[in-house]
T-cell receptor, first 114, second 113 residues
């Protein structure tokens, strides 16, 4: 199993630009989560999907952030326009929709907005 | 609202010392509990989980955790730490199949060689 695949691994962009982060969950997993990790705020849940449907997006910081899951094997997190305070490591994780099922994390995307 | 508390933000130990990291959650119903580890520069990996049954669960690399329902706690332990255990440790809780997994703020563990 290839695990959760995220791309790109690193992204450096200028303030105001659009950023798109991508995630491919583990095949067969029907829950997908986007987290953001910073030194100041730790690990924050941004949004999660069950069966491609967004269930809880209360962690999305503001309207500049949007996430989609057009099918079971792909999700995107978009920031438009990006700001320096968005700099963080963004993790995608997937699991079975079973409360005993652990999350499997991708390697993350390190985003730097200058 | 459900929450997970890890009161130790940074723990420093010498090699071979015993480790206990605290984790408390706030929810009165059935829970599943997890401990994850994040080595420097890497993603989170599952250490162990509690689903049901024996409240003492054993995980990888010699770690174990005990679920004490009356105390709403799920503390992580290791009898003798190694330098390679230097990492950040996260406790997490999940309360139903459709719910999000809530993480604690993490505990950074530093091991002196």
């Amino acid at each position: 199993d290839a695990g959760v695949i995220q791309s790109p691994r690193h992204e450096v962009t200028e303030m105001g630009q659009e950023v798109t982060l991508r995630c491919k969950p583990i095949s067969g997993h029907n829950s997908l989560f986007w987290y953001r990790q910073t030194m100041m705020r730790g690990l924050e849940l941004l949004i999660y999907f069950n069966n491609n449907v967004p269930i809880d997006d209360s962690g999305m910081p503001e309207d500049r952030f949007s996430a989609k899951m057009p099918n079971a094997s792909f999700s995107t997190l978009k920031i438009q326009p990006s700001e320096p305070r968005d700099s963080a490591v963004y993790f995608c994780a997937s699991s079975l929709a079973d409360r005993g099922s652990p999350l499997h994390f991708g390697n993350g995307t390190r985003l730097t907005v200058t | 609202a459900q929450s997970v508390s890890q009161h130790n933000h940074h723990v420093i130990l010498s090699e071979a010392a015993s480790l206990e990291l605290g984790c408390n959650y706030s929810y009165g119903g059935t829970v599943n509990l997890f401990w994850y580890v994040q080595y420097p520069g890497q993603h989170l990996q599952l250490l162990l989980k509690y689903f049901s049954g024996d409240p003492l669960v054993k995980g990888i690399k010699g770690f174990e955790a005990e679920f004490i329902k009356s105390k709403f706690s799920f503390n992580l332990r290791k009898p003798s730490v190694q330098w390679s255990d230097t990492a950040e440790y996260f406790c997490a809780v999940r309360i139903s199949s459709a719910s999000k997994i809530i993480f604690g703020s993490g505990t950074r563990l530093s091991i002196r060689p």
